[in-house]
Every structure is written in structure tokens, then in C-alpha cells.
């Protein structure tokens, strides 16, 4: 219904330094999730569901595998004006910085952007798990005759600290605006909110970091060449300047900006009844189509477990675990509380054959995994053990990396057989 006057900009976010190692050698936005999607490919299919097919990526660092990613996924009818467009940091006549802020990255794109017809700009970033159909806040912002409109959610007491927090008069217009208040300045922040977010305790209205903004209102707002982020500067400029609503949204929503939160995003896919619903046919989630056959388990026995296809699994025993495309799992093996990314392809009989290929890619056989995100094309020997948790001190190898008791093996690491990484020995 609004594609013609919605055009979507999503940020692809900094250098991902709190997703390392994931974003060592990729963009934030391209990173794996949920055994066969990208970060990307969850902005991006909230806009297609919400009919808005014309959308800019906006990243600056590593950006060749999600270029890849985008061209392989997203193609629409040539007689369509729908587009998904990758815009990398590029030196220009007016300015040869990188992006400085989120605000900066969408000033130094604005003459892409301004190439297009549209009334509304719909700001939105790459690394959130959501699913929201954006013409409900498309009709609230126009019924409202707002200028900018933003996405809120309530948030508990010990998150708010980390959050944009903002408080609204009874028509939902944004009145004051706080970026990551101190701990003793929440009493004064507290919310109206619905009774079953007071029930959870959750009575602050947080920035979800998502943006409506009229064409003309971001133009103007962008020539100021000294605000660089949309969060600390360009909202809480603004509300007094312009008319800013609140659109609350009460769904589920997480921000993945480090190991632990993107971890637990995944995990939280092998619940019995998901927060993150895949099995909506409504709000389908979209990203590219391998053509992979079905995965063939053998002797497994598997608890709250996610499969995606192409797998071959041998394992004894799969628990609260996600495992990737082409996953390859041996004998006697266990995985438990685990996010297997896969691999890029499968290696044939005649490559291990010839090349006497002395770790295949996957986990080997009689391995324990346990608390570990497996990167892609990671070849793991016999006989490993990797338990995480909260007895291992946060370390970071050629290898790997242990954040928060988390063990994340790097893209294409080489575990040898028999390597143990665990906690000291119980009496």
C-alpha cells in the first residue's frame, strides 16, 4: 500500500567490534542466524511483508559477503521499481570520512536516497530480531500529522540503562528524551504503559532504533554537519523542534549488539513455543534459496533441537541446540546449547580421497560440545571437548574467542583431535 511513498534505509551498524569474532571478515548485518538466514534478511523481509520493496543498506566494513548475500537473494520483476542496494562508505567531493554515527552514514548517502520519490524515510537497523508490520506505524504517523515518529518498546529497569529513554503525553507525543540514563535517574522516567507490561515490570519506553521521518524533515535535519547519530543528538534535538510520536510496539524484539544477546537469540529458537515465530506464514522470513536436499539424521537423539537442511548427523545426542546447512555431525559426538553456523559446501568423496583431507568440515566423532557458537567451515577432529560456561576465563586465540563463558570458534578454525578446552577438574 506504501511502497511508493516508503523509502526503507537500514544501518548496518559500526565495525561489530562486540560481535568479534563474527564480524572479523563480514559485516554485522551478514552474520548467520538461526541456521540459514543473515542478520540482514530480518529488516529486510519486515519491509517486504510490509509492502516496502525499495531499501538502501547502508556498512562500511566488510561488505563483500553481504553485497554477495543481497545479490543472490533479493531480485525482484524488471518491471518493478523494488530494490535492495548495498551502500558501502565512499569518498566524495564533500566528504572523504568514513561514517561517524548513524545520522552521518545517512548524510553522506542522502544524495542516493534523494534519486527516489518518496514522502517517508523508514530508518531501521541491521542487528534486531523482529517482526513488525511497519504500516501500522506508517497510518499512526500520518494520522498524527507527525514529523518524526519512532518505535518504542518497555523495557525493565536493568536494561533501560543501555536504551534511548523517552517519555510521551497522553497522545503519544514524545515529550522528553534520555540517551542511556545513569541508574538513579530512572525514577523520574517511569511510563503509562499497557497492564501486562506493568505485570512484567517493564514501565520505561525504550527507542527501538526504529525512524519515520517526513522526506523534507530528514533533509533539513541532515544539513547540520555536526549531528552524527540519530540517538544522541538528531531525537533529542528535535522533539522540541518538531511534532515526534511514540509508536509503542509490545512484540517481541531483542537487540543482538553482543555474544551473549545474539547466543541467547538463537537458543531461544528451540523453545517449544519460540518468541521469534518462523512458522508464521504472515510474516515470512526471507533469504536465499540453496536448493539443498533434506537432512539425513542417523541414531540421534535430539531435544529442542533446530535442523536446517543439508545436514548429515551422526551424533548421539543433539540438545537446546541450533545446527546450520550442511552441517556435518560424526559418531558418538554431543552438542548441547550450541549454534552450529554449517558450511559453505559439501566436500566430495574424491577431495577427501586425493587430498587426504585430515579434519572434514563439521564436528568430528566422539566430541562434546557444550555453551559454543560454531562459526562456518569449521573443521573440528575426533575426540574434542569444548564445555563453556562460566568457569572459563574470557580468552581470545587464533582460533578462538571465550566471551562470557561463550565459546565462539572463528570462520574456519582447525580444532586437532583430542584438544580439550573445559573447566578445572572436580574432586
Known sequence: MFNNTV??????????????????????PAVPIAGKYRLVD??????????????????????????????????????????????????????????????????????????NDFDYALILSGDQLYQMDFNDMIQKHIA????????????HANDATSFGILKTDNEDRI??????????????????????????????????????FNREVLINLMKNPNTMD??????????????????????YWTDIGNIDSFFEANMGLTDSIPKFNLYDTKKVIYTRARMLP??????????????????????????????????RIGQGSTVINTY???????ETLEEIEHNKIQILVGIGERCYIKNAIIDINCRIGDDVTIDGGPH???????????????????????????FKLEGPKKD
Open 7 to 28: 523509502l526503507a534505509i537500514i544501518l548496518g551498524g559500526g565495525q561489530g567490534s562486540r560481535l568479534y569474532p563474527l564480524t572479523e571478515n563480514r559485516a554485522k
Open 42 to 115: 530480518i529488516p529486510i523481509s519486515n519491509c517486504i511483508n510490509s509492502d516496502i520493496k525499495r531499501m538502501y543498506v547502508l556498512t562500511q566494513f566488510n561488505s563483500a559477503s553481504l553485497n554477495r548475500h543481497i545479490k543472490n537473494t533479493y531480485h525482484f520483476s524488471f518491471f518493478s521499481s523494488a530494490f535492495v542496494d548495498v551502500l558501502a562508505a565512499e569518498q566524495t567531493m564533500e566528504s572523504g570520512n568514513w561514517f561517524q554515527g548513524t545520522a552521518d552514514a545517512v548524510r553522506q548517502s542522502m544524495h542516493h536516497f534523494l534519486q
Open 144 to 155: 498524527n500529522r507527525a514529523e518524526i515518529s519512532i518505535g518504542t518498546i518497555p523495557v
Open 175 to 212: 515529550t522528553a528524551f534520555i540517551e542511556k540514563p545513569a541508574a538513579e535517574l530512572l525514577p523520574d522516567w517511569h511510563s503509562e504503559v499497557s497492564e501486562e507490561m506493568k505485570r512484567e515490570g517493564r514501565t520505561y519506553l525504550a527507542s527501538m532504533g526504529i525512524y519515520i
Open 230 to 251: 540519530f540517538g544522541k543528538e538528531i531525537i533529542p534535538q528535535s522533539i522540541g523542534t518538531h511534532k515526534t510520536i511514540s509508536f509503542p510496539f509490545e512484540g
Open 294 to 327: 533434506t537432512s539425513k539424521i542417523s541414531g540421534t537423539q535430539m531435544d529442542k533441537a533446530v535442523i536446517g537442511d543439508g545436514c548429515i548427523i551422526h551424533a548421539d545426542k543433539i540438545e537446546r541446540s541450533v545446527i546450520g546447512v550442511r552441517s
Open 340 to 346: 552450529m553456523m554449517g558450511s559453505d559446501t559439501y
Open 392 to 418: 572459563l576465563e574470557n580468552v581470545q586465540t587464533e582460533s578462538y574467542v571465550v566471551k562470557d563463558g561463550i565459546v565462539v570458534l572463528k570462520k574456519g578454525a582447525v580444532i586437532p583431535a583430542g
